[in-house]
């Protein structure tokens, strides 16, 4: 019984010494360095790299100066063969595009009465019927008591017509010039001989002008159409129209319409009263110092002043020739300097007062769209040249301001800042002023109202 514990304990202490040493074991040989591989001390093969020698390019060859300015040569071209594509599209369908642009300018004209209308519950098509009906009362209104007064006059013209023609050539030979009545006749006999060797040019360009006759009247009722449903539906078509571009375009665009519509509103209210102002002065003028056609020739300066800067002026210009060959050269000296005396009142009252606020454009910018629209499209094209300049103007500086198409912060049309720097910082300060004193406006950007200021600290207890 005693030496059964004692071998019980020998046998546990052997079990655990012969663990010990398996473990060491084990530990010795993963300490042992691996067995040797015959061609171990072969050195590793390395990846041999290839390098082919490429030519120099032309950006390794041109400098970066050369190669921006050929980039935007070639983007230049593309612009021209674009803008040289579309006005060969405007051509061929100009008998389509030139009405819908005159309704487009009528509209503007007559959409703030239609606009009224509709506001005291009147239905939008009666309200545009309504207009449409009052603008040709007045167009043919006008136009019949012009063709009254000029029938009229017309006899009495050719009498005054001849009178005058002697009294020039009496004036030429007797005045500074001191022509003899020679060379007055062989004058007038030269232009007589140019007027019958021109005669078949004159005869078909009477022809010319009869086959257009079908597209003056065609044009005519397309107005009219087009017309009515601008001003039915002016905002509905422009938001149809804007749904057709992409989604993150149409919100900028359609602001930049809004902005530029209005901008073209005001320009066209505008034109409108500086015309009339310019035909009552020179009509007045006329009407006393009593040349013939007097009516007739203020409601052709009228329809000339829609030419800004130059219309005015060459409207004048015809009346200063029948004043000239109807009353003598007195008169047509006094009516030139009535036109001169218009033409300033305009240029330094009414232009900047009234245009001024309409849209703000620099006099070259208008005179290089004048020459560039009577280059490309005529008489239309002077007509049409400066408020498409506008327009453009607007959506243009409005779109780069707020590409995200935010409104602006007054609300106003981005087109109408001054282009003189002294007269843009006068009308910031006076507009300020008037916001200080008016509390229904929004407070001025360098008032504290906008500063964000700390929050007061909390009182304690």
Known sequence: MTGTPSAGRGTWAQTLRSRARERLAAAEARNAPPPFVPGDLQEPATPVLVVQEQRPGTDDVLPRSVRTAGAWALRFILFV????????????LRVVIIPVVVALLLAALFQPAAAAL?????KRSLAAG?????????????????????????????????????????WLSR?????????????????????????????????????????????????????????????QIWSFLCRLLPREARVPTARAGHYSWHTLVSYVHATVLVAFVDAVGIGIGLFVLRVPLALPLAALVFLGAFIPVVGATVTGVVAI????????????????AVVIAVQQLEGHVLQPLIMGRAVALHPLAVILAIATGIVVAGIVGGLI???LLAVLNTAIRYLVRHPSGDPTPDRKPPGTEATDDGTAEAEDRAEDAERRTDPAEPPPADSSVNHEEPAPAARTP
Request: no cysteine.
């Open 81 to 92: 063969a674009a803008a040289y594509l579309f006005l060969r599209v405007v051509g061929l």
């Open 118 to 122: 509709t506001r005291r519950g009147m």
């Open 130 to 170: 309504l207009v449409l009906v009052a603008a040709l009362l007045l167009v043919f209104g006008g136009l019949s008591l012009i063709v009254r007064t000029f029938i009229s006059q017309i006899d009495s013209l050719s009498s005054q017509v001849s009178d005058g023609i002697n009294e020039v050539q009496d």
């Open 175 to 235: 005045g500074p010039l001191h022509l003899t009545n020679a060379e007055v006749s062989q004058y007038v006999d030269r232009v007589q001989q140019a007027v019958t060797q021109n005669q078949g040019a004159l005869t078909s360009g009477a022809l010319s002008t009869a086959t257009t006759l079908g597209e003056v009247v065609t044009g005519f009722f397309l107005v009219l159409f087009t017309l009515f449903f601008f001003l039915r539906d002016g905002g």
């Open 321 to 336: 020739l029948v004043a000239l060959v109807a009353n003598g050269p007195v008169t047509a000296l006094i009516v030139l």
């Open 385 to 387: 040249a400066v408020p």
